[in-house]
């Protein structure tokens, strides 16, 4: 079984673009969820999404956004890029979700902004 | 505050060496979870712990879930390279969700050949 892939694996953007990053995840799970790693903050909680709904957001402004498809690929869109967005933004699917669920982590696309 | 601390921060041994990284809170947790994360990788999931007093073994690595659900420790015996990686200290909700995990900022372990 395929695992979860997140591309690009590298973005490099400009203070004040946006970005779309996106995540496919294992064959049949439901569940998408998005963090963000950075080295100061570690992994913290973006949203998760569960059949095209957001079941969950973290505490991170508006301009962090996602959705997720009817294939259950799920996309994030930072829009108003700023210095601090600079990070490793993993994407984990699981069949429910849940915190008691394991998670199957992607290896992350790795955004720079500049 | 961080909901769990992980200690130590940066742990750097020679092959062959044990070592124990360890997680704690204040709060009562029904599960933790221990995640490894390699360099270019995400995290991968090496086990989950519910009850109080658990014990639980794999291959080299001993994780152990504290007898009041506050805590957990993970040993590694005859640490190898690869063992090199984060390791992080999980438990699922935080904030009053439960579609969520919570991690700790994790123990960086070099194991030097």
């Known amino acids: 079984k395929a695992g979860v892939t997140q591309t690009p694996r590298y973005l490099i953007k400009t203070r004040g673009q946006q970005v779309t990053l996106s995540c496919s995840p294992i064959?049949?799970?439901?569940?998408v969820s998005w963090y963000q790693q950075t080295p100061g903050q570690g992994l913290q909680f973006l949203f998760e999404?569960?059949?095209?709904?957001?079941?969950n957001k973290g505490n991170f402004p508006g301009r962090f956004s996602g959705r997720q498809f009817s294939n259950s690929r799920s996309e994030m869109n930072v829009s108003t890029l700023e210095l601090g967005d600079s990070a490793l933004y993993l994407c984990?699917?699981?069949?429910?979700?849940?915190?008691?669920?394991?998670?199957?982590f992607g290896p992350g696309t790795r955004l720079t902004v500049t | 505050t961080q909901l769990l601390e992980q200690s130590p921060q940066f742990l750097s041994i020679q092959e062959g060496e044990n070592l124990t990284v360890y997680c704690n809170s204040s709060?009562?947790?029904?599960?933790l979870q221990w995640y490894r994360q390699e360099p270019g990788e995400g995290p991968v999931l090496l086990v989950t712990?519910?009850?109080?007093?658990e014990v639980k073994k794999l291959k080299r690595l001993t994780f152990q879930f504290g007898d009041a659900r506050k805590d957990s420790s993970l040993h590694i015996t005859a640490a190898q390279p690869g063992d090199t990686g984060l390791y992080l200290c999980?438990?699922?909700?935080?904030?009053?969700?439960?579609?969520?995990?919570?991690f700790g900022k994790g123990t960086l372990l070099t194991v030097n050949p």
């Open positions: 712990v519910v009850t109080g007093g």
């Open positions: 999404y569960f059949s095209e709904t957001q079941r």
């Open positions: 984990a699917s699981s069949f429910l979700g849940g915190g008691s669920y394991e998670q199957y």
């Open positions: 999980v438990v699922p909700g935080g904030g009053g969700s439960n579609y969520k995990l919570t």
């Open positions: 709060s009562v947790f029904s599960s």
């Open positions: 064959s049949g799970h439901r569940s």
